[in-house]
């Protein structure tokens, strides 16, 4: 960014928000999100496997969009409040299940129990210390009132301001076009 001269932009509503979105992409790509999804449709889709295993065949005869939404599959663990996971695969719901009836009862000790436990946890802790790094972006966004002076103030963060924002004559390069042949193409030349 060194070549490139900071103009002092206003920081606009928008402005504020384009910045604190690719700061938090940048946090993202540091901090990766826990992956609870494809944890609980592996979970589900063994539970649906041990409980319903001669529906296997079936399901990948089944044509890709035949259903576009997910299954839940209730888990009762031993006296503990109920588990819903999400079957992302298209499967088709063989007629004696029903949404919301347990169709699994595993132990408290279970390890895909355990496992689900612990990245509902850091998916929670994740989700927090997200939402306080926005905080802390917005606070230090909202404290200023031009790019030059967030650049007074916190250097380093230019390095992730969009361009166009920086320096709106060079970071948006139009393209060359010819008006008279434009004109031209348009019928425009007479007027």
């Known amino acids: 960014m060194s ?3 900071i103009k002092s932009v206003r920081l606009t509503g928008a402005i ?3 910045i604190l979105d690719s ?3 940048h946090w993202d790509e540091g ?3 826990p992956d609870l999804l494809s944890f609980e449709h592996d979970f589900a889709m063994q539970l649906w496997t041990d409980r319903y295993g001669e529906v296997k065949p079936h399901l990948d005869a089944v044509p890709s969009g035949f259903l576009s939404s997910y299954i839940s599959i209730n888990v009762q663990p031993e006296g ?3 588990i819903q996971l999400r079957l992302l695969h298209e499967v088709p719901l063989p007629k004696p299940i029903c949404r919301g009836v347990p169709i699994a009862a595993i132990s408290n000790s ?3 129990l355990l496992k ?3 990245l509902v946890n850091a998916l929670d802790d994740w989700k927090q210390e997200r939402k306080k790094v926005r905080r802390e972006i917005e606070v230090v966004l909202n404290s200023v009132n031009t790019t030059k002076q967030l650049a007074e103030i916190w250097p380093e963060i230019i390095g992730l301001v969009p361009t166009h924002i ?3 004559s060079k970071g948006v390069q139009l393209p060359a076009i010819p008006m008279g042949k434009l004109n031209e193409k348009l019928g425009l030349a007479d007027v």
């Open 3 to 5: 070549d490139l001269q």
């Open 16 to 18: 504020r928000e384009a």
């Open 23 to 25: 700061a938090l992409r």
């Open 31 to 33: 901090n990766p999100k």
């Open 80 to 82: 503990r409040a109920m």
């Open 110 to 112: 279970d390890e895909r």
């Open 116 to 118: 689900h436990e612990k």
């Open 166 to 168: 920086l320096n709106p």
